[in-house]
């Protein structure tokens, strides 16, 4: 009774896999020896592999950049991870006649990984003047300005105070992106006192003239031209200007005038302020308008 129900639940053929599968246990057995053998020796070619790799062809390079790390100073670090203020080098006022002045100030931004945009306004003995809009690229030393002002020309308790400062992160791509675009030159500046100029006998008027040269592949629609002129160290005159579509590779010729007599010009400073981050500055590519000759047409 009890042989024929194991043998109606276990058929010959179950029974022969059976036998086949513990007769080949010991051979199952040397294969997973061998096919571990083979992965460890594969694991262990691609660690030699690696080491080989670093120490032979990429080492150099890396302890370079440790190199370079371990030089960085805190105040490397700290220029990384946030922006340090825009630095005021200098404010003033210049009087242009005896009915009004120009208000001035040197800024720096001293950080080489970030800009700004912001709105200005200068304060004259504590009362705000209208605020202005502006920016700074990384490392930029520019003027800011607020001119003709009605009135004399104050002899201190001139201020700048920044609004709405934004500061934005510049990449390695940024840093490419701005000496592409930002490559203006000045040529043939002449200054030409209110003597020599000629221009009116009643009210003094000085006057510059120099050459822009657009060395970018790049049309603008307007280009601001703040421009200082020193005595020395000293500012004795400052004015902007701006000049509209200019295009890649244009040379023009331009002028600069103060209603002020203005003596000795030792030095000037004429930085294009355009901020390229802005879209809007760039003028549409056109395409040429060509006759289409096929067809006889």
Not at 2 to 14: H, M, R, T, V, Y
Not at 249 to 259: I, S, V, Y
Request: charged share 20%; hydrophobic share 40%; net charge positive.
């Amino acid at each position: 009774m009890g042989d024929e129900l194991f043998s109606s639940q276990i058929s010959e053929k179950e029974l022969r896999r059976s036998y086949w599968f513990i007769t080949h246990i010991p051979t199952f057995k040397r294969v997973g020896f061998f096919l571990l053998i083979g992965v460890d020796v594969l694991l262990w070619l691609i660690a030699i592999g690696t080491l080989l790799n670093f120490y032979a062809i990429q080492y150099s390079g890396y302890k370079n950049i440790f190199r370079g790390y371990s030089q960085l100073t805190s105040k490397d670090l700290g220029a990384i991870s946030r922006a340090q203020d825009i630095q005021v080098r200098q404010i003033g006022s210049l009087a242009n006649n005896s009915t009004s002045h120009d208000l001035y100030a040197e800024v720096t931004n001293p950080n080489s990984l970030w800009r700004a945009e912001f709105t200005y306004t200068f304060l004259v003995n504590g009362g705000e003047l209208r605020e202005q809009r502006g920016f700074i690229m990384p490392g930029e030393s520019k003027f800011l300005m607020l001119l003709s002002l009605d009135g004399d020309a104050p002899r201190s308790g001139v201020e700048l105070r920044f609004k709405n400062l934004k500061w934005y992160r510049v990449s390695v791509n940024d840093q490419q992106y701005l000496k592409d675009h930002l490559k203006f030159s000045v040529q043939d500046f002449r200054f030409i006192s209110a003597q020599e100029s000629g221009i009116s006998q009643t009210v003094p008027i000085s006057r510059a003239t120099f050459t822009l040269v657009n060395n970018t592949g790049y049309s603008y629609r307007s280009v601001g031209l703040p421009i200082a002129l020193f005595d020395g160290g000293q500012v004795v005159g400052v004015t902007y200007i701006t000049t509209d579509n200019i295009l890649p590779g244009e040379k023009r010729l331009l002028e600069a005038r103060w209603f002020q007599s203005i003596g000795v010009v030792g030095n000037w400073t004429i930085t294009p302020s355009i901020n390229v981050f802005d879209t809007s500055v760039f003028r549409p590519v056109q395409g040429v308008k060509v006759q289409d000759i096929r067809n006889g047409e």
